[in-house]
């Protein structure tokens, strides 16, 4: 469970002001259609957190059991940082609009978590826990729909009420916390 309960919790406050969230936004305020997109995200976030976490355990499988303890903590720590640096989002959302709101919010939540914060932290969980690798993309997609599915029910009147600051520090402490924890792993 606590494979679980972590890639829920680390996911859900880093993808907070992220810009796949961002993304939600926009495309709830373009589509208008929350059940769709909702499933587009979870769809989305199913495959390429599965990747993610198979990219994890096959980290782990390679590499030396200590390099990969400092490795996993100098990572966490490196996520700590990039917690801090809010995101913004690119204008890609125009190309794929013409294939209907579940498509679009497919490829481009797809697209969008290649190379991002709640990707990287799936691959580091999925290394972490290695033993319960289908926890970690539960709970890591958990999260991801924990963030997202307010945003796009609520849409831009909730988001503007969070405040990013307090989010993004209390995410980089928490990933601070995930690479402490994994020295004296």
Known sequence: MEAL???TLAVAIAEIGDKTQLLALVLSCRFRTPVT???GI??????NHALAGWVGVWIQQWLDPDWLRWLL???F???????LIPDKL????????RFGPFITTFVLFFLAEMGDKTQLATVLLAARFVEDFWLVVAGTTLGMMAANVPVVLLGKKGAERIPMKWVHSASAALFVILGMTTLWW
Not at 42 to 47: G, I, Y
Not at 77 to 83: C, V
Not at 90 to 97: K, L, P, Q, T, V
């Open 5 to 7: 309960t972590t890639s």
């Open 37 to 39: 997109i909702i499933a």
């Open 42 to 47: 979870l769809a989305a976030t199913l495959l």
């Open 73 to 75: 903590a100098g990572s």
């Open 77 to 83: 720590f490196a996520m700590a940082a990039w917690m």
């Open 90 to 97: 690119d204008d890609e959302e125009g190309r794929f609009r």
